[in-house]
C-alpha cells in the first residue's frame, strides 16, 4: 500500500473512532443521572423546545411574505405536519408529509411562475 491510502486509512479511523467515542460516552457516563428530575424534565420538554424554534426559523426563513397570499407556502405544510402529527402520531410521518407538501407548492409555484 502507498502511503497516501495508510494517509487515509488512518484518518478514516482516527475520525470513527472520535465519533464513536463522542456518541457513546455521554450515555456510559451519565447513565446513573438519568432518574434526576432535571434530567427528567430537560427529556419531556427540550424536543418541543426545539421543534418550535426550527418551525419558527422556518416560517421566517422559507416563506414569501410579500406574496398577495402572504407565508402560504409555508404555513400550509407547517398546518399539514400539525395535523398529521395530532392525528397519527408519528414524527416521521409528519416530516414526511411537510416536506413533500413544501417541496410540491415550491414546485408547483415555479411551473406557473413560467
Known amino acids: ?5 495508510w494517509y487515509l486509512l488512518s484518518f478514516i ?4 473512532v472520535a465519533t464513536l467515542l463522542t ?3 455521554p450515555f456510559l457516563l451519565l447513565g446513573r443521572l438519568s ?6 424534565h430537560l427529556g ?4 418541543a423546545g426545539i ?9 421566517l426563513q422559507s416563506s414569501d411574505w410579500q406574496l398577495p397570499l402572504w407565508g402560504f407556502d409555508a404555513l400550509i405544510p407547517a398546518l399539514l405536519v ?15 408529509v411537510g416536506t413533500l407538501s413544501y417541496m410540491l407548492l415550491q414546485h408547483s409555484a ?3 411562475a413560467l
Open 13 to 16: 479511523a482516527v475520525t470513527a
Open 51 to 59: 421543534m418550535a424554534i426550527l418551525a419558527s426559523s422556518f416560517l
Open 110 to 112: 415555479s411551473l406557473f
Open 44 to 47: 419531556r420538554y427540550l424536543p
Open 82 to 96: 400539525i395535523i398529521f402529527h395530532l392525528w397519527k402520531r408519528q414524527a416521521l410521518l409528519s416530516m414526511l
Open 23 to 25: 456518541r457513546c460516552l
Open 1 to 5: 500500500m502507498s502511503p497516501e491510502s
Open 35 to 40: 432518574q434526576q428530575p432535571f434530567i427528567l
